[in-house]
C-alpha cells in the first residue's frame, strides 16, 4: 500500500468511526457532507440521495445524521437495484387479494432512498418503518422536500408488518437492518445483525401467510460462514448485483435478490 493510499484509508476508517460515534445523530453540515463523499466514495458526489448530490444537499434542505451517512444506499447503489426489481416483478404472475396492486415494504427505512428509488420504478406505495426518533424525524423531513409519498412510521419492524397483510405475489420487501456486531473480522455475520436476518424472515414469513413476495437485502462482499445462504435456507435465490462505485477504502456492497415463501397460494 502507498502512503497515499494509508492516509486515506486511515482518514476513512477515523471518519467512519465518528459518522457511528459522536456524529451518530447530529446532523452533518454541507461540508461534512461531502467529505462524506469523498472519503467513501472518492468524490463528494458519491454521496447522492434522491438524486441530490451531496454539495446540493444543504441548499435543498436535506439533513443527514452522522450514522445514516454511513448505513445508506446511495443513488448509484439502489438505481440499478430498483430496475432489476421491476424486472423480477414484470415476470411475476400476479396472484393474491391485491394481485395488481403491491406495495414496497422497507423495514429498515433510515434515509428511505431505497424505498424512494423502489417505489418509482415499481410505482408501487412504499410503506416504511424506522425506530430511532432522530432518524426518523430528518427522513421525514428529507422525504417532505422531496415530495415524496413514503408512508413513514416511527415504529419497530416487526409492528409494521402486523399492519401490513401481504396483498400480491408481486410484493417486495427491503432488509437492511444494522450490522452492529455482525461486522466481524471474518466478514459479515448475517446471523448476527440486529435483529439477525434469519429472524426478519421469519417475520416477513409470518405476514404473508404463504403468499411469495421478493426481498432485497444488502451486504459486502464478505460474508461469514455463508451465513446469506444460510439465512435464505428455502428461497429462491434470483440475483446478485455489485453497483459501481467501487468502493476506495473498505469492502464493496452488493445487493442480492431473493424470492421468499412458496407456500400455499404459491405460483411457482
Ligand atoms: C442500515 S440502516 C438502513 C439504511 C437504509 N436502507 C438507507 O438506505 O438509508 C438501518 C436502519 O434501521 C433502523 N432500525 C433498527 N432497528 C429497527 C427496528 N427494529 N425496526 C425498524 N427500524 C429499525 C435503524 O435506526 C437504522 O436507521
Known amino acids: 500500500m502507498s502512503t497515499t493510499t494509508e492516509t486515506g484509508h486511515a482518514a476513512y476508517f477515523a471518519f467512519r468511526d465518528r459518522l457511528l ?99 418509482r420504478h415499481l410505482g408501487c406505495p412504499v410503506h416504511a418503518a424506522e425506530l430511532d426518533p432522530d432518524v426518523y424525524e430528518s427522513t421525514v423531513n428529507n422525504l417532505d422536500r422531496i415530495g415524496s409519498s413514503i408512508s413513514l412510521h416511527l415504529i419497530d419492524y416487526r409492528d409494521l408488518l402486523g399492519k401490513l397483510p401481504a396483498r400480491s405475489t408481486r410484493d417486495t420487501y427491503v432488509v437492511e437492518p444494522p ?28 405476514s404473508r401467510n404463504g403468499l411469495p413476495c421478493h426481498i432485497a437485502i444488502k451486504t459486502n462482499d464478505q460474508i461469514a460462514h455463508d451465513s446469506l445462504t444460510g439465512s435464505f435456507t428455502g428461497a429462491r435465490h434470483l440475483r446478485s448485483i455489485t453497483p459501481a462505485p467501487f468502493l476506495p477504502y473498505g469492502a464493496n456492497m452488493d445487493f442480492h435478490l431473493y424470492r421468499l415463501g412458496t407456500g400455499a397460494g404459491s405460483d411457482e
Not at 180 to 206: M, N, Q
Open 21 to 119: 460515534g459522536d456524529l451518530r445523530t447530529t446532523v452533518l453540515s454541507g461540508e461534512q457532507l461531502c467529505e462524506a463523499g469523498q472519503l467513501i466514495y472518492g468524490h463528494p458526489e458519491g454521496l447522492s440521495l434522491y438524486g441530490i448530490p451531496a454539495p446540493d444537499m444543504a441548499a435543498k434542505g436535506i439533513r443527514l445524521l452522522g450514522r445514516t451517512t454511513i448505513e445508506c444506499s446511495v443513488d448509484a447503489y439502489t438505481l440499478p437495484v430498483a430496475e432489476e426489481l421491476a424486472r423480477l416483478q414484470a415476470d411475476t404472475r400476479p396472484q393474491g387479494p391485491d394481485a395488481y396492486d403491491p406495495m414496497v415494504v422497507d423495514l429498515f427505512c433510515g434515509s428511505g432512498n431505497f424505498g424512494h428509488h423502489l417505489g
Open 179 to 206: 450490522w452492529g456486531p455482525a461486522f466481524t473480522a471474518d466478514g459479515l455475520d448475517l446471523t448476527r445483525t440486529s435483529p439477525p436476518v434469519p429472524e426478519i424472515l421469519d417475520d416477513i414469513r409470518r
